[in-house]
Structure formats: C-alpha cells, structure tokens
C-alpha cells in the first residue's frame, strides 16, 4: 500500500503538468502586457472638476475623516466669492489601501477613484501626491454634478436660484 502512494505520489505532479502544458495560460507577461480593468476598480484617487470647469473639492474635511489610514491631508481656504477650495490637498499612496471610504464620504463627488494602478515606486517620498498630480480635467463618473448647483447656499448663485431649489420664504408672510 505505501509502494503504490509512493509511486502515485512521485508521478501525480508529472500528470499535472502536463495537463496545463497544452492549455492556455492564465497569467500574462506583465509590464509588457497590461490587462485593462473594468471602469469601477478601486486604484489611485483623482480630483474632479464640475461642468464648469472649477475645482469640485470645497475641502470639506470629510475624506479625510474617513480616511481609516489617515493618509489625506489638506488645507481649506476660500475665494472671494465665498466659494471655499483646497490651497493644498495631499495624499500619501504608500499607506492607502484603496478601500474607497474617501469617494464615498465626498458630498460634492471631487474625489474618485480611477482604475490607474500603475503606481509603485522604490521611494516612498514619490508616493506623495500634491492637488497638481490630482487633479483632472474632467468630471469622472457623473461629469454634469455640480454640488453649487443643489447645496443651496447662496454662494455662487442667489438664494433660491440653484437647480432644485425653491426661492426662500418671507416667514412674516406666513404670519397669521
Ligand atoms: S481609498 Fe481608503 S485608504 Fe485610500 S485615501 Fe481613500 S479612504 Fe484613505
Ligand atoms: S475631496 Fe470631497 S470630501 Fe474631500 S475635502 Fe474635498 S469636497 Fe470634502
């Protein structure tokens, strides 16, 4: 009996082998070959501008809230038209772990995540983004959201002059 699994034992991985020997491979030769992943992977964080061009971030603090690994930090600053901005936002990617909580949190959509996953380097100083690597062009998975446009407060536009919003009400109007 100890014969017979000894000589199964030696020739079972042989089996095996040449089994797959014929089959297509699963892996491919990396970085020659790049797969293409699906829209929705979680890989680098980019910052969102809306369909007007400016900045989505308000920085609000939010992502960096819910950050479990603390690795966004910023500071808030605000344009003479009230309408608050990031003067720095920096993201440390050797500690992300790309879990998405930031583009969740994000109640103006600025920040999401792209599917980029090229992003190793030997020093970890490189993995330090600024708001100039981060930023983009483009409004990323909803480009015509403009948190202006639904928040209501009258900054870029006169009270009651958002998209959905009603004008404000004369409260001594409603008065018996
Ligand atoms: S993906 Fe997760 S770990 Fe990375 S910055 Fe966002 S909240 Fe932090
Ligand atoms: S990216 Fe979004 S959640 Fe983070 S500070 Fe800017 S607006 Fe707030």
Partial sequence: M?????IKGTFQPFWVTLRYLFKRPVTISYPEQK???PPRYRARMILTRDPEGEERCVACHLCSAACPVDCISMQAAERENGRRHAAWFRINFARCIYCGLCAEACP???IQMSPEYELSNRDPLKLVW?????LVDHGGKDPDYNFYHHSGIGVVAPRGGNDDELPPVNIKTNLP
């Fill in 2 to 6: 100890n014969l017979w699994r000894n």
């Fill in 35 to 37: 797969r293409t992943p």
């Fill in 108 to 110: 103006t959509l600025a």
């Fill in 130 to 134: 600024e708001k100039e690597d981060l």
